[in-house]
């Protein structure tokens, strides 16, 4: 059974590591991200972002898919269902669908807004035991092709949205989605020090998770971040992979794989197992490997 993300994030603050929150896109993805979780004893969240949910179907079909693969293949280390960066509908659907976890993402709106619509989401999923995560100023960068300036948030602003009963908690502290610019100044770990004392010893969640040097990773780790938000690394080690297989000659229908050139299973395994690799290696730095031992 998928579970609520409350629970093993609580788990995570209090033994001073993190679980990786790793988005899905597919099949393959979901496999990888499963199956390495269970191989190293690791919580883990597996979401999706709005743009994933309606490339591969819509929300039930997400659910159905890691709900059933989570059972076939009997994963038996806690796993939860999280929709990123949802906006209010969006949100309501994942609820409906099945999900374990949202994000509702009001950070965009006035912060009164935020605050009613974070009440409300926050009342529905909890009567189902759904974990919330609400975010207050906005992480910069590009996903799904909006883009947003990073923010450092406010720690007043984090304590109002910490009361609203949420289960953890989005705080902009510099760290933007994508790949980081050159003259990056790095993450804002004295403003995460602020917020982690003004939030009640909440969970906090750093998006952005591809590019952060490990020594600011682990400082994050240390003052109060349990979730870390990981995408475009997977997004470009599994592309990596999936190129270097074809320029190697491996899908060439005119060489002696002429049949087998063009087996989706061979194409795609390169990209499965890059994605495996890649979230090892996050849960190694996170500290969240035999956690579910
Ligand atoms: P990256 O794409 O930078 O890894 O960030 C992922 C993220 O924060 C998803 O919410």
Known sequence: MLVSAAEMLKKAKAGHYAVGHFNTNNLEWTKAILTTAEELKSPVIISVSMGAGKYMGGYTVVAALVKSMHDSLKISVPVALHLDHGNYDAA??????????????????????????????????????????????????????????????DPKDCALMASLGIDFLAAGIGNIHGIYPADWTGLH???????????????????????????????????????????????????????????????????????????????????????????KEKMELFGSVGKAA
Do not use: W
Not at 117 to 145: M, N, P, Q, R, Y
Not at 239 to 258: F, L, M, Q, V
């Open 189 to 279: 770990i004295d403003v995460l020090n602020d917020i982690n004392a003004a939030t009640n010893n909440i969970p906090l969640v750093l998006h952005g998770g591809t590019g952060i040097p490990d020594d600011q990773i682990r400082a994050a780790i240390k003052n109060g971040v349990s979730k870390i938000n990981v995408n475009t690394d997977c997004q470009l080690v599994f592309a990596e992979a999936t190129i270097a297989y074809c320029a190697a000659g491996k899908a060439d229908p005119s060489g002696d794989n002429k049949e087998k050139g063009y087996d989706p299973r061979k194409l795609l395994k390169p990209g499965y197992e890059a994605i495996k690799a890649k979230v």
């Open 92 to 153: 309501l659907a994942c609820i409906d669908a099945g999900f374990t976890s949202v994000m509702f993402d009001g950070s965009s709106l006035p912060l009164e807004e935020n605050v009613e619509k974070t009440k409300t989401i926050v009342k529905l999923a909890h009567s189902k035991g759904i974990s919330v995560e609400a975010e207050v100023g906005a992480i910069g960068g590009t996903e799904d092709g909006i883009t947003a300036d990073g923010e450092v948030a």
